[in-house]
């Protein structure tokens, strides 16, 4: 199909699907193919770029005093035919191409329009880019056109299947679909397709392909068989088919002949709206199919136009050719005579006069225009672009030495130059530009195949998506709107392993896509509070996790408190004891004249007594919160409170020796060294001396509030470390060292007079106490947390309560209970009867 114009516009279409031959035999005399099964589509768009130049000459602010024509060919599916046809419009020469001779002068067209095959685009962009001869195609999508070094002048109005690809893998992850089956055409359109779904699928959607296959080219029962078996093996329920509908007829077969039922396809933009699939036959398959559509637009007079197309009665005519072939595909009617090779000869002869509006065919269909849209933008492009080359003002061009291309003298280098930066807005609305790839803005519509209860078939549009330079990729759906051919009327579940819930992490199984995976729980310590979590992570040091891992809580806080039994019970016994001595203390001075309590060094007594009141006292530092003054306190407290109390005995102990050294014949001069003064302050110094260190282990590095974590995983500890453990070993060996001179002491007095000997009640209170504070040290050093406090409070209470009682068990025995025995007389030895 041709017209002349002044600048001419070349267009490949698939107006037939097959020729005699399947390549073009290169000869010396090449064999025209004879093309046969009419493809109305191709020559809708056919019909359509003649539309687009016929709008362009009419236009009069789009490329004014300038005729467009055109000279379009039919590829009948070939590339062989296609290559040809193309090399046919680039040289002018129509029966043999002469690659010897020089061209000069104007291009024969200055761009072509097509192809609609990936495969033939590639060939013929090739070739053609080697001249920088534009070439827009309409509706070839490998993503390997994109590459600028190989295909230099190859610009396209369609997105490429990198852009499907993702669109795809996006509406995957909205339906949460992670496990896929992938089918694919064996070439370029399929393989490349393939590619990148391995290379995007996972980083992009986090899913896998659970197996991919390649479609036979023919019909190949075996192969056909093995594959439809895979899909029904695979615990996959969505399959992805890229491939177009002649690969996929064969397949369904198959698909029918062993019923498999429940899963989801979804298609490509060669298959979304093939016809050739919406039968009922195949409906209870692909019913509810989601499927990438090319972008539907509106072309205001296109139909007018079409219904204007008449044949011619003579097939002399060349120009009108394919105009014939279609109308008698249309009216199933033929020409007569038929032409030499007419293959679609036959039926009722053609008049001329049919009337296309009486008819119901898809050609006259303008509500569903997408390749067709495809076109129409390619076609203005080329023209836009010529436009903004006439408009350039001489010296101010963008070429060599400021010149402007000028169409005497055009090259096609210049229109590539034009074409790239071509911008404009088509009348339905869409913006038209190519980016560095020669790819346009990319926008798909996403189709669904709805199968109506009356058994009718719809194709409805159920969202978009597309890519913009502010907002990126976006997808819309309308869920409400789509069909679920499915019992639940909801989306399916396909998976290869269900998501691992929060307090797990995901685990993937060896030798397997990484979206089959194990969920293992979280080990002690450790959460994942989100939905497939690769990792789990660690709480912070003053956290825990919780039962079910999925978040952290505050550990518990461990320390001797009053409100446990524990600390209750020590609280009690450290109070019962302060009050027992405030009652020794109350009996002692009650009785203060009386001979047992003066012949007992009362002043000692008294300031034992207030010793063994605050070693009581100071076990209460020990229970409850530790803070930073209680820490100090305690053992300070503790060390100078029992350092007076041995103190005390130590002296007592001293005094007993010396009275009963001053009772024989020359031992009266030992008592001048234990007056009241040298008792006094034998104590204080001894005590200042505790006094001292513990006062030098609180500048250098006193004890400290700790939370430790070593004990249990799921608590904190709070404890006080002694900070210098030099420091608590002096304070600890300096009462041990009192306490085992008083008790040798006392030991050695233990052999005088019974009615005056104290130094046995001494001695067998400092074995206890010595007792419990060597058996204090490793049950000390092996107690954890709390429990180290409670034994060091239960060490000051048992040796508190070991002194008190037996010290002044006795006496007060005496004194309450046998008063008769609380003379001088009896004191003093002078009755018959021993204490």
Same mark, same amino acid.
């Given at each position: 199909?041709?017209?002349?114009?002044?600048?001419?516009?070349?267009?490949?279409?698939?107006?037939?699907?097959?020729?005699?031959?399947?390549?073009?035999?290169?000869?010396?005399?090449?064999?025209?193919?004879?093309?046969?099964?009419?493809?109305?589509?191709?020559?809708?768009?056919?019909?359509?770029?003649?539309?687009?130049?016929?709008?362009?000459?009419?236009? =009069?602010?789009?490329?004014?005093?300038?005729?467009?024509?055109?000279?379009?060919?039919?590829?009948?599916?070939?590339?062989?035919?296609?290559?040809?046809?193309?090399?046919?419009?680039? =040289?002018?020469?129509?029966?043999?191409?002469?690659?010897?001779?020089?061209?000069?002068?104007?291009?024969?067209?200055?761009?072509?329009?097509?192809?609609?095959?990936?495969?033939?685009?590639?060939?013929?962009?090739?070739?053609?880019?080697?001249?920088?001869?534009?070439?827009?195609?309409?509706?070839?999508?490998?993503?390997?056109?994109?590459?600028?070094?190989?295909?230099?002048?190859?610009?396209?109005?369609?997105?490429?299947?990198?852009?499907?690809?993702?669109?795809?893998?996006?509406?995957?992850?909205?339906?949460?679909?992670?496990?896929?089956?992938?089918?694919?055409?064996?070439?370029?359109?399929?393989?490349?397709?393939?590619?990148?779904?391995?290379?995007?699928?996972?980083?992009?959607?986090?899913?896998?392909?659970?197996?991919?296959?390649?479609?036979?080219?023919?019909?190949?029962?075996?192969?056909?068989?093995?594959?439809?078996?895979?899909?029904?093996?695979?615990?996959?329920?969505?399959?992805?088919?890229?491939?177009?509908?002649?690969?996929?007829?064969?397949?369904?077969?198959?698909?029918?002949?062993?019923?498999?039922?429940?899963?989801?396809?979804?298609?490509?933009?060669?298959?979304?709206?093939?016809?050739?699939?919406?039968?009922?036959?195949?409906?209870?398959?692909?019913?509810?199919?989601?499927?990438?559509?090319?972008?539907?637009?509106?072309?205001?007079?296109?139909?007018?136009?079409?219904?204007?197309?008449?044949?011619?009665?003579?097939?002399?005519?060349?120009?009108?050719?394919?105009?014939?072939?279609?109308?008698?595909?249309?009216?199933?009617?033929?020409?007569?005579?038929?032409?030499?090779?007419?293959?679609?000869?036959?039926?009722?002869?053609?008049?001329?006069?049919?009337?296309?509006?009486?008819?119901?065919?898809?050609?006259?269909?303008?509500?569903?225009?997408?390749?067709?849209?495809?076109?129409?933008?390619?076609?203005?492009?080329?023209?836009?672009?010529?436009?903004?080359?006439?408009?350039?003002?001489?010296?101010?061009?963008?070429?060599?030495? &400021?010149?402007?291309?000028?169409?005497?003298?055009?090259?096609?280098?210049?229109?590539?130059?034009?074409?790239?930066?071509?911008?404009?807005?088509?009348?339905?609305?869409?913006?038209?530009?190519?980016?560095?790839?020669?790819?346009?803005?990319?926008?798909?519509?996403?189709?669904?195949?709805?199968?109506?209860?009356?058994?009718?078939?719809?194709?409805?549009?159920?969202?978009?998506?597309?890519?913009?330079?502010?907002?990126?990729?976006?997808?819309?759906?309308?869920?409400?709107?789509?069909?679920?051919?499915?019992?639940?009327?909801?989306?399916?579940?396909?998976?290869?392993?269900?998501?691992?819930?929060?307090?797990?992490?995901?685990?993937?199984?060896?030798?397997?896509?990484?979206?089959?995976?194990?969920?293992?729980?979280?080990?002690?310590?450790?959460?994942?509070?989100?939905?497939?979590?690769?990792?789990?992570?660690?709480?912070?040091?003053?956290?825990?996790?919780?039962?079910?891992?999925?978040?952290?809580?505050?550990?518990?806080?461990?320390?001797?408190?009053?409100?446990?039994?524990?600390?209750?019970?020590?609280?009690?016994?450290?109070?019962?004891?302060?009050?027992?001595?405030?009652?020794?203390?109350?009996?002692?001075?009650?009785?203060?004249?009386?001979?047992?309590?003066?012949?007992?060094?009362?002043?000692?007594?008294?300031?034992?007594?207030?010793?063994?009141?605050?070693?009581?006292?100071?076990?209460?530092?020990?229970?409850?919160?530790?803070?930073?003054?209680?820490?100090?306190?305690?053992?300070?407290?503790?060390?100078?409170?029992?350092?007076?109390?041995? =103190?005390?005995?130590?002296?007592?102990?001293?005094?007993?020796?010396?009275?009963?050294?001053?009772?024989?014949?020359?031992?009266?001069?030992?008592?001048?060294?234990?007056?009241?003064?040298?008792?006094?302050?034998?104590?204080?110094?001894?005590?200042?001396?505790?006094?001292?260190?513990?006062?030098?282990?609180?500048? =250098?590095?006193?004890?400290?509030?700790?939370?430790?974590?070593?004990?249990?995983?799921?608590?904190?500890?709070?404890?006080?470390?002694?900070?210098?453990?030099?420091?608590?070993?002096?304070?600890?060996?300096?009462?041990?060292?009192?306490?085992?001179?008083?008790?040798?002491?006392?030991?050695?007095?233990?052999?005088?007079?019974?009615?005056?000997?104290?130094?046995?009640?001494?001695?067998?209170?400092?074995?206890?106490?010595?007792?419990?504070?060597?058996?204090?040290?490793?049950?000390?050093?092996?107690?954890?947390?709390?429990?180290?406090?409670?034994?060091?409070?239960?060490?000051?209470?048992?040796?508190?309560?070991?002194?008190?009682?037996?010290?002044?068990?006795?006496?007060?025995?005496?004194?309450?209970?046998?008063?008769?025995?609380?003379?001088?007389?009896?004191?003093?030895?002078?009755? &018959?009867?021993?204490?």
């Amino acid at each position: 199909m041709h017209k002349a114009g002044d600048v001419v516009l070349g267009g490949l279409f698939e107006m037939n699907f097959f020729s005699t031959y399947s390549e073009l035999s290169y000869t010396s005399e090449p064999q025209q193919p004879i093309c046969h099964g009419f493809d109305v589509l191709g020559f809708k768009q056919a019909q359509t770029m003649a539309f687009a130049i016929d709008e362009i000459n009419r236009n =009069s602010n789009l490329l004014p005093n300038v005729t467009l024509g055109y000279n379009l060919y039919d590829n009948c599916n070939k590339l062989g035919i296609g290559f040809r046809a193309a090399l046919s419009l680039t =040289s002018g020469l129509e029966e043999q191409v002469i690659l010897h001779e020089t061209c000069v002068g104007t291009p024969p067209v200055l761009g072509i329009v097509g192809d609609d095959s990936s495969t033939r685009s590639i060939a013929i962009s090739t070739v053609l880019g080697l001249y920088r001869v534009p070439m827009v195609s309409y509706f070839s999508t490998c993503s390997c056109l994109s590459d600028r070094q190989k295909f230099p002048s190859f610009f396209r109005t369609i997105p490429s299947d990198a852009f499907q690809v993702r669109a795809m893998i996006q509406i995957l992850k909205h339906f949460g679909w992670t496990w896929a089956g992938l089918l694919i055409s064996d070439n370029d359109y399929g393989l490349h397709a393939a590619r990148s779904f391995q290379t995007d699928l996972g980083p992009s959607g986090g899913g896998c392909l659970a197996y991919l296959e390649i479609l036979p080219e023919g019909d190949d029962p075996a192969e056909l068989r093995r594959i439809v078996n895979v899909m029904k093996k695979s615990t996959a329920h969505v399959v992805i088919v890229f491939a177009h509908e002649g690969h996929i007829i064969n397949l369904m077969e198959e698909v029918v002949r062993q019923n498999v039922t429940g899963l989801q396809w979804m298609a490509s933009e060669a298959w979304s709206s093939s016809a050739m699939l919406q039968t009922p036959r195949l409906m209870p398959y692909l019913g509810g199919t989601l499927g990438i559509a090319i972008r539907r637009g509106e072309i205001p007079g296109l139909r007018e136009f079409m219904l204007q197309i008449r044949p011619e009665l003579h097939h002399n005519s060349n120009r009108n050719k394919m105009v014939n072939q279609f109308w008698e595909y249309t009216f199933q009617c033929r020409f007569a005579p038929p032409p030499e090779g007419w293959v679609e000869a036959g039926g009722a002869l053609c008049t001329g006069h049919e009337d296309l509006e009486n008819v119901e065919t898809e050609f006259l269909d303008i509500l569903n225009l997408r390749p067709e849209y495809n076109v129409y933008k390619a076609v203005y492009a080329l023209a836009y672009a010529l436009d903004d080359m006439l408009h350039c003002e001489p010296g101010r061009g963008p070429f060599n030495r &400021n010149s402007c291309g000028n169409l005497q003298r055009l090259e096609p280098w210049q229109l590539v130059y034009y074409l790239e930066k071509v911008n404009f807005t088509t009348p339905f609305g869409d913006q038209v530009s190519f980016d560095e790839n020669g790819d346009v803005l990319p926008i798909y519509d996403i189709m669904n195949w709805l199968w109506l209860p009356d058994r009718r078939i719809k194709i409805q549009n159920v969202g978009e998506v597309k890519k913009s330079a502010f907002k990126g990729e976006e997808l819309t759906l309308d869920e409400d709107k789509i069909f679920w051919n499915f019992e639940s009327k909801e989306p399916p579940q396909s998976v290869c392993s269900e998501s691992c819930p929060p307090g797990t992490r995901m685990a993937r199984k060896k030798g397997e896509p990484e979206c089959c995976f194990d969920c293992i729980p979280c080990s002690e310590g450790k959460i994942s509070n989100k939905t497939d979590s690769m990792e789990c992570t660690s709480c912070p040091v003053d956290f825990w996790s919780s039962p079910q891992r999925d978040h952290c809580l505050p550990k518990k806080i461990d320390f001797l408190s009053y409100h446990e039994p524990l600390g209750i019970c020590l609280t009690v016994t450290s109070l019962l004891g302060t009050f027992i001595c405030a009652v020794v203390l109350g009996i002692f001075i009650y009785h203060r004249r009386t001979p047992i309590v003066r012949a007992n060094n009362s002043e000692l007594s008294f300031q034992l007594l207030l010793s063994l009141k605050l070693c009581f006292l100071c076990s209460l530092l020990f229970i409850g919160h530790p803070r930073q003054w209680t820490c100090q306190l305690r053992h300070a407290a503790f060390g100078i409170s029992f350092v007076l109390c041995v =103190s005390c005995i130590l002296v007592k102990t001293m005094v007993v020796l010396a009275v009963f050294k001053a009772s024989k014949p020359g031992g009266e001069a030992s008592l001048k060294w234990f007056g009241a003064v040298q008792q006094r302050g034998t104590v204080l110094v001894l005590t200042s001396i505790q006094a001292t260190i513990c006062t030098a282990w609180l500048v =250098s590095l006193s004890p400290a509030p700790h939370k430790n974590t070593q004990y249990h995983n799921d608590k904190i500890v709070y404890e006080c470390v002694v900070g210098s453990t030099i420091g608590f070993a002096v304070l600890l060996g300096y009462i041990g060292l009192l306490a085992v001179l008083s008790f040798l002491l006392a030991f050695l007095a233990r052999n005088l007079p019974d009615n005056f000997n104290e130094a046995k009640l001494i001695t067998f209170s400092m074995l206890i106490f010595c007792a419990v504070w060597v058996a204090f040290v490793p049950a000390y050093i092996s107690s954890p947390g709390k429990y180290a406090d409670a034994v060091e409070v239960f060490a000051i209470l048992a040796s508190s309560f070991g002194l008190l009682v037996a010290l002044f068990g006795p006496k007060c025995y005496i004194i309450l209970l046998r008063p008769e025995r609380n003379t001088k007389k009896a004191i003093m030895g002078r009755g &018959n009867t021993k204490s």
